[in-house]
């Protein structure tokens, strides 16, 4: 049983910072992508920042220059530091993974997803 457990989400004033982390425990015998998502009230899932297990990063043009992504291997925990954060920010901000899971059967490769954590920018 594989699961993501996400925290650090709250309540924010314009330009403010938060730190989301996310710890992936269970049995895990390896971790490819990482990456947070986020959705508003009304709309879509969308990528914010994603990474690989080399480290290669991606973010979504929103938040380019404002958000850092990292990922603490050992840890098998992945972050997201969000600066200069804006009220259309406001959203439930979702940790995404592809694990390589293994049980008395073998191993297998699935996409995980966490519970999600509010993340309100507000004055």
């Known amino acids: 049983q594989v699961q993501l457990v996400e925290s650090g989400g709250g309540l924010v004033q314009p330009g403010g910072s938060l730190r989301l982390s996310c710890v992936a425990s269970g049995s895990i015998f390896s971790i490819y992508g990482m990456g947070w998502y986020r959705q508003a009230p009304g709309k879509q899932r969308e990528l914010v920042a994603g990474?690989?297990?080399?480290?290669?990063?991606n973010y979504a043009d929103s938040v380019k220059g404002r958000f850092t992504i990292s990922r603490d291997n050992v840890k098998n925990t992945v972050y997201l530091q969000m600066n200069s954060l804006k009220p259309e920010d406001t959203a439930v901000y979702y940790c995404?993974?592809?694990?390589?899971?293994?049980?008395?059967?073998?191993?297998?490769?699935?996409?995980?997803w966490g519970q999600g954590t509010q993340v309100t920018v507000s004055s």
């Open positions: 990474t690989t297990n080399s480290g290669s990063t």
């Open positions: 995404n993974a592809e694990i390589v899971g293994y049980n008395t059967y073998g191993r297998r490769m699935d996409e995980y």
